[in-house]
């Protein structure tokens, strides 16, 4: 599965983080910095990308969790 620098980075961390909750502050602030003003929609579209690359079913994500209200989660 070939993913981007960002797509890369963003796993990594819930991988490392495998069953907690990281917020969506946490995450936007760990992989693009914490200098960075951008639209925070873009973890949500980096998180789309990774479930289509990597879940079996994307619509149904197993491993790729989103913790409404608070941010996404890595179940193994």
Same mark, same amino acid.
Do not use: S
């Given at each position: 599965?070939?993913?981007t620098?960002?797509?890369?980075?963003?796993?990594?961390? @819930?991988?490392?983080?495998?069953?907690?909750?990281?917020?969506?502050?946490?995450?936007?602030?760990?992989?693009? %910095?914490?200098? +960075?003003?951008?639209?925070?929609?873009?973890?949500?579209?980096?998180?789309?990308? @990774?479930?289509?690359?990597?879940?079996?079913?994307?619509?149904?994500?197993?491993?790729?969790?989103?913790?409404? %209200?608070?941010? +996404?989660?890595?179940?193994?």
């Open positions: 599965v070939h993913l620098r960002k797509e890369f980075e963003l796993l990594e961390l @819930l991988m490392e983080n495998t069953g907690r909750v990281l917020q969506r502050e946490t995450l936007i602030d760990q992989v693009w %910095g914490t200098d +960075y003003f951008g639209d925070t929609r873009t973890l949500d579209v980096h998180i789309k990308r @990774l479930r289509a690359k990597c879940e079996p079913d994307p619509h149904n994500p197993q491993h790729l969790r989103t913790i409404r %209200g608070l941010g +996404y989660k890595f179940v193994a």
